[in-house]
């Protein structure tokens, strides 16, 4: 007689394994598949049993149920495990074909930027320099207000193609990455951005996984972003965006440079599972904290948010997310998370204070 005890396991495993079904990463729509497959393994296998019954009876109906209770059970348990490892290969297969069609539609457009880029680098910077060139030798023989403004024009023309230039290779995917310091990246960052008087208060020790060159820029484009739209001398109204209007016979650039940087400090701290950048400056309006990380956001000076349409595309070429909020301070933070650190987080931090003089 089949003793009812060897039958515990199996139905206690079928139980246990619908509880888990339901909690797993299995999506809804193989069940029905699961349960075919139990179902099939059930009856198949307590037919099996059932033909084996009537060609060897026992000799006892007691046994013979016994034994058809078992041959189910042990079926169903078969027939459910079938079941949820051909769902498991099916969402393998799946999640690996989304992975193909993804890496091949990144590919795609890093191919149509590389193209883009190269028409902004021959068609435009070869009629520029051109332009450049004769402007400098009509300025050889005399000078005015309107040529300077003139060369002003151009030195921003040059400035936008630089940045559209390293928006478009940017958002390459990153194969390559290298454990980076933080602390001595932000300080080198820092020291290649004119800053005015603004000031750092870098809080940083960590160690992340990341591409040097790329992290580098985002760091640049921050800083620049802070310094030149973060002034603390007069708050903006809701109407005001990150950026301010030139005055006097300065470009845009310099201008928000000397307005933006007076009595700005800027900290760059750590924070669960990444890394944030703020500044006690103008902050930007909650209405318009998503727009200024997109590629065709102008500001009210006329500058196309670039620098941090740069920083976006960095984020994501990592497989960072970033998420724009206000400081402390009222003005901008920038928190970058899901980042893979490299060290210990364990370790002491502390604050270093820097305030360059640029030249």
């Given amino acids: 007689m089949v003793s009812m005890l060897a039958i515990v396991p199996f139905a206690a495993a079928i139980i246990v394994g619908g509880f888990w079904l339901s909690n797993s990463e299995i999506e809804p729509d193989h069940y029905r598949r699961i349960g075919v497959w139990f179902a099939g393994g059930l009856v198949s296998f307590l037919l099996l049993n059932v033909a084996m019954i009537l060609t060897w009876p026992t000799g006892s109906l007691s046994e013979d149920i016994g034994w058809a209770l078992f041959a189910a059970i042990v079926g169903g348990f078969?027939?459910?495990m079938m079941g949820i490892f051909e769902a498991r290969a099916i969402s393998r297969a799946v999640e690996a074909e989304r992975q193909r069609l993804r890496r091949e539609a990144i590919e795609q457009r890093n191919e149509r930027l590389d193209e883009f880029a190269a028409?902004?680098?021959?068609?435009?910077?070869?009629?520029?320099?051109?332009?450049?060139?004769?402007?400098?030798?009509?300025?050889?023989?005399?000078?005015s207000e309107h040529l300077e403004t003139a060369a002003r024009a151009m030195d921003r023309m040059e400035t936008l193609i630089d940045r559209t230039l390293t928006l478009?290779?940017?958002?390459?995917?990153?194969?390559?990455?290298?454990?980076?310091?933080?602390?001595?990246?932000?300080?080198?960052?820092?020291?290649?951005?004119?800053?005015?008087?603004?000031?750092?208060?870098?809080?940083?020790?960590?160690?992340?996984?990341?591409?040097?060159?790329?992290?580098?820029?985002?760091?640049?484009?921050?800083?620049?972003?802070?310094?030149?739209?973060?002034?603390?001398?007069?708050?903006t109204g809701p109407d005001d965006s990150v950026g301010h209007g030139s005055t006097g016979r300065q470009s845009p650039s310099e201008d928000a440079l000397e307005r933006g940087s007076a009595n700005l400090t800027i900290r760059v701290g750590e924070m669960s599972e990444?890394?944030?950048?703020?500044?006690?400056?103008?902050?930007?309006?909650?209405?318009?904290?998503?727009?200024?990380?997109?590629?065709?956001?102008?500001?009210?000076?006329?500058?196309?948010?670039?620098?941090?349409?740069?920083?976006?595309?960095?984020?994501?070429?990592?497989?960072?997310?970033?998420?724009?909020?206000?400081?402390?301070?009222?003005?901008?933070?920038?928190?970058?998370?899901?980042?893979?650190?490299?060290?210990?987080?364990?370790?002491?931090?502390?604050?270093?204070?820097?305030?360059?003089?640029?030249?």
């Fill in 78 to 80: 078969g027939g459910l």
């Fill in 119 to 143: 028409v902004v680098a021959h068609d435009l910077r070869n009629p520029l320099n051109v332009a450049s060139g004769q402007l400098e030798l009509e300025r050889m023989d005399r000078d």
């Fill in 168 to 235: 478009a290779r940017s958002g390459h995917v990153i194969s390559e990455t290298e454990a980076v310091d933080l602390a001595e990246l932000v300080d080198s960052c820092w020291e290649a951005v004119p800053t005015a008087d603004a000031t750092l208060e870098n809080e940083v020790t960590a160690v992340i996984d990341a591409d040097p060159d790329r992290l580098r820029h985002l760091f640049e484009n921050l800083f620049r972003n802070s310094v030149e739209h973060g002034s603390t001398g007069s708050r």
């Fill in 274 to 359: 990444g890394f944030y950048v703020a500044d006690d400056g103008s902050g930007i309006p909650s209405e318009k904290r998503d727009a200024v990380l997109d590629d065709g956001y102008t500001t009210t000076d006329g500058e196309g948010g670039l620098g941090l349409a740069i920083v976006q595309r960095i984020v994501e070429a990592h497989g960072w997310d970033i998420d724009v909020t206000e400081s402390d301070g009222g003005g901008t933070r920038f928190e970058i998370t899901d980042i893979t650190r490299t060290d210990s987080s364990e370790k002491d931090t502390y604050t270093r204070s820097k305030t360059p003089i640029q030249p």
